[in-house]
Structure formats: structure tokens, C-alpha cells
């Protein structure tokens, strides 16, 4: 494996932008009940799913679809059928009556297709992780800071309930200081059947997808139908669990406490459950150390499902704990839901509390903020900071040393 240094100079150029341009696209003014036509390029699993969350939101008109495997072409119009569908994304960015993008393409195609959209002057709403590389979530806030559209990114749990009353507790200072964060995250799978494995369609043959298309640069090769459908198990394409898991419950917590980006990352662990050829690991130690004397821990297996997902703040006054997923062993329900437990030394009167707050449709927030101008919940911000300590970790893991922002900053992940 090797590790490229470089001048950030250097990758610009590999992504290259006219960020001039931003500004020349005019923004059409919607009016507050003006309909919303959405694009949207990625129509795979998730993108599917998109299609029917942003179809539910009122005076949404979802006009064309782009992907590269013909497909997905049929698929979305069994969702909306009226759709135009493009084999090129640059087809349905040139469509002048599409407000709003949606991305859920791989996660090595995400850059270019949100910096496309923006060139466009299309507002957007792009999966997480927002980005494949730290270079790359770089280059995304730097185009979208500096241009008028709305960015939005598929952290839907920015929407939820409980981290608003998470972070409403920290800010009333119930938890008191908190200085570690524990998070954990675990799948299972029956015995031989790998976590995130998709069987290859029959129709998926060379002649059907646009393998040229999809490798963006990585080398050139014949077409692959299992890495094209299952390109979240190889580095070229995917950042792995991180990317995949991690990057939720880093954006959750870093909302929460306001932290911004990590001093350094560490990361540990293998490809143990099923050694079915992947090449990201599927058991996972993180240690991500934030300024202002925080650190966060997160855990992740494939082959345990107990303790579901969740997130305990631990601070000198009280604990906030987030769970979701988690099977209660009495009960045997599954509970979601956050808690405030106080800590007896310092705060020996205090009640423990239970999250109340409803949950935010998070594409309604989107299309209203299209409508109103308003940053989303999930703005860029939080796209770049938790892309980048996720891609800090990866780098850690694949170069088993601790990695710091400034080494990570300068260092192209290998391939
Ligand atoms: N927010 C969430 O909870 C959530 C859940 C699932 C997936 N996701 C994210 O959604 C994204 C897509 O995941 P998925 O499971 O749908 O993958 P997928 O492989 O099912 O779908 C990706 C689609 O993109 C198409 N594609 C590939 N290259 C393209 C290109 N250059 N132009 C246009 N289309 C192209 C593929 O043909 C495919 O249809 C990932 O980033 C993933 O992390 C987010």
C-alpha cells in the first residue's frame, strides 16, 4: 500500500473547479408554495428511498433521474413514472427548470457531484459522507461556502428529537463537563452471508452500466460486476463502516457538544466476522481526540446486534444517554430514545430526565430551506466535520500509526 503526500495545491487540480463560476448561476426565487422540482442522481438503494421520502413532501415535483446502469432507469420510474432518465449526470444538471439535486451515488463519486450540481447553480442534498477523502470535503465546503445554494447532507438524525434535547441539556450544563464520549454500533448477519453483501442482478453486464463512468478515475480495468454493486466492501470507493455508521453518531455528537474538527484519530481492528474478500474492516475501535478535552470512542462488530446503536456523554454532574436499537433484556423491547441520569457526587437532587422533542421530517427541512433560503440541519458544516474525522480514522487504521488533522490533511488515502 502507498501513502501519497501532498500539496493541497497539488489535489485541487485533481478535482478541478471553476469556483469563479459559482456565482455567475442566479438563483430562481421560489415563492413559500411554489413547487419544488427535485433531480436526482444516484437511483440505487438509497436513492430510491429518497425518491419516495421526497415525493411525500408536498408540492415536490421530482422530474429526472441520472445513472449509470440502466436499471436503476426502470426501477425509479416504478417510483415516479414520468421521470426523464440520463445515463450522465452533467445531462440532468443542464435540465434549467430543476431547482434541487438529490446525490446517492457511491461514496467516490459524491465530490464531483455535489461541486457539478453547485457549478449549476442547483441547490443539493448529498448523502453522507459528504465526501470520499479529506481533500475532497475540503474543496466541497470551500465551493459551497462560496456559493448562494442550499447544501444539505443525508445526516437525517441532525433532524432528530433527542439530539435536540441533548443538546438543550448541555447547553442548560446538566451533564456538567464532559470528557469522553463512548459510542458504539453492531450488526450480525446469519453464519457465511458477509454484512452489506448484494447479490449481482443478472441484467448487470457490461453493456447495462457505464463502467467507465463509475471507476472516476480509479485505474482503468474490465468491468466488474460485484465491486459495481458491492463497492462498499473495496477502499477505492468506499470509506468502509465509518463512512457507512460512524460518520452519523460523529455528526450527533459533534452537534451536540459544538465541537468542530478532531485533533487526531486512532483506529483498530480487521476484517474478522466473514473473510469473504472485502477490504474495510467489519471490527472497529475508534478513538478520535476533539480540542477543549473531549474524547470520543466508538465501537463497531458485524456479528453482534445486542446493544443495537447508542451514545453515553459522560460528564461530572450527569450522563446522557442516547439508545437506539438496544434490546432491553427484560422487556425484550427495543428501545430509542435519550435519558439524563445525574451523577449523586455533584448534583445529588437533580432528576433523571427523558427526551421529549419529536423528530424533524429531515427532506421537508431541505425542500423548505430551497423555498426559504435558511441553512438546513444538516448544512455543509456538519458534512465536512464529520467526513473529516471519519477519513482521519480510516487513514489511522490503514497506516496503523495515530494520525493528527495536519498529517491527515496532507495525505491522499491509498487506493
Ligand atoms: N443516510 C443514510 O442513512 C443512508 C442509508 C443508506 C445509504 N446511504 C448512502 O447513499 C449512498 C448510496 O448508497 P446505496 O446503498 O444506494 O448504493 P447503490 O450502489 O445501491 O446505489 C448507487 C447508485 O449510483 C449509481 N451510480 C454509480 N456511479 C454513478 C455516476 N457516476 N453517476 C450516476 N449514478 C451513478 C449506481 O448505478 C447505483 O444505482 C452512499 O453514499 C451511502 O452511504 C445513506
Known amino acids: 500500500m502507498s501513502i501519497k503526500t501532498i500539496g493541497r495545491r497539488q489535489f485541487m487540480g485533481g478535482l478541478a473547479l471553476g469556483t469563479a463560476g459559482l456565482l455567475a448561476y442566479p438563483t430562481k426565487v421560489l415563492g413559500a408554495n411554489d413547487r419544488v422540482r427535485v433531480g436526482m442522481i444516484g437511483a440505487g438503494g438509497r436513492g430510491q428511498e429518497l425518491l419516495r421520502w421526497v415525493s411525500a413532501v408536498p408540492n415536490v415535483q421530482v422530474v429526472a433521474v441520472a445513472d449509470i446502469y440502466k436499471r436503476r432507469h426502470d426501477e425509479a420510474r416504478s417510483i415516479v413514472p414520468a421521470l426523464q432518465a440520463y445515463d450522465d449526470h452533467r445531462r440532468l444538471l443542464d435540465v434549467k427548470d430543476i431547482d434541487a439535486v438529490l446525490i446517492a451515488s457511491p461514496l467516490h463519486w459524491h465530490a464531483r457531484h455535489l461541486l457539478d450540481t453547485l457549478a449549476a447553480g442547483k441547490d443539493l442534498y448529498c448523502e453522507k459522507t459528504m465526501t470520499w477523502s479529506i ?93 459495481f454493486i458491492n463497492w462498499r466492501l473495496f477502499w477505492e470507493f468506499s470509506g468502509g463502516n465509518v463512512t457507512e455508521n460512524m460518520v452519523h453518531q460523529i455528526a450527533w455528537i459533534t452537534t451536540a457538544l459544538e465541537l468542530d474538527l478532531p485533533t487526531s484519530a486512532y483506529m483498530s481492528g480487521g ?145
Request: glycine share 8%.
Open 271 to 415: 476484517v474478522f466476522s466473514e473473510k469473504d474478500g472485502r477490504e474495510v474492516p467489519d471490527t472497529i475501535a475508534v478513538t478520535v481526540n476533539y480540542p477543549n478535552d473531549v474524547v470520543v470512542l466508538w465501537r463497531s462488530v458485524f456479528n453482534n446486534s445486542h446493544y443495537g446503536l447508542g451514545e453515553q456523554f459522560l460528564g461530572s454532574d450527569g450522563t446522557i444517554e442516547h439508545l437506539s436499537g438496544v434490546t432491553d433484556m427484560v422487556t425484550g423491547k427495543s428501545a430509542s430514545a435519550v435519558y439524563l441520569y445525574p451523577e449523586k457526587t455533584n448534583r445529588p437532587n437533580g432528576a433523571a430526565l427523558t427526551g421529549e422533542s419529536k423528530d424533524q421530517n429531515h427532506m421537508a427541512n431541505f425542500i423548505d430551506c430551497v423555498r426559504s433560503r435558511k441553512p438546513p440541519n444538516a448544512p455543509v458544516e456538519v458534512g465536512y466535520r464529520s467526513a473529516v474525522a471519519g477519513h482521519m480514522a480510516n487513514l489511522a487504521y490503514r497506516t496503523r500509526k495515530v494520525v493528527t488533522l495536519e498529517e491527515a490533511r496532507s495525505t491522499l488515502p491509498p487506493m
Open 135 to 227: 481533500q475532497e470535503a475540503e474543496q466541497c465546503l470551500a465551493a459551497a461556502k462560496s456559493s448562494r445554494q442550499v447544501v444539505a447532507v443525508g445526516l437525517q438524525h441532525e433532524s432528530s428529537g433527542t439530539l435536540a434535547d441533548a443538546k438543550q441539556w448541555i447547553k442548560q450544563g446538566l451533564p456538567g463537563k464532559i470528557t469522553q464520549v463512548e459510542a458504539w454500533m453492531g450488526r450480525n448477519t446469519p453464519h457465511g452471508q458477509g454484512q452489506w453483501v448484494r447479490p449481482v442482478p443478472a441484467d448487470c453486464i457490461a453493456g447495462h452500466v457505464r463502467w467507465d463512468a463509475f471507476l472516476n478515475g480509479r485505474s482503468a480495468r474490465a468491468f466488474d460486476a460485484y465491486k
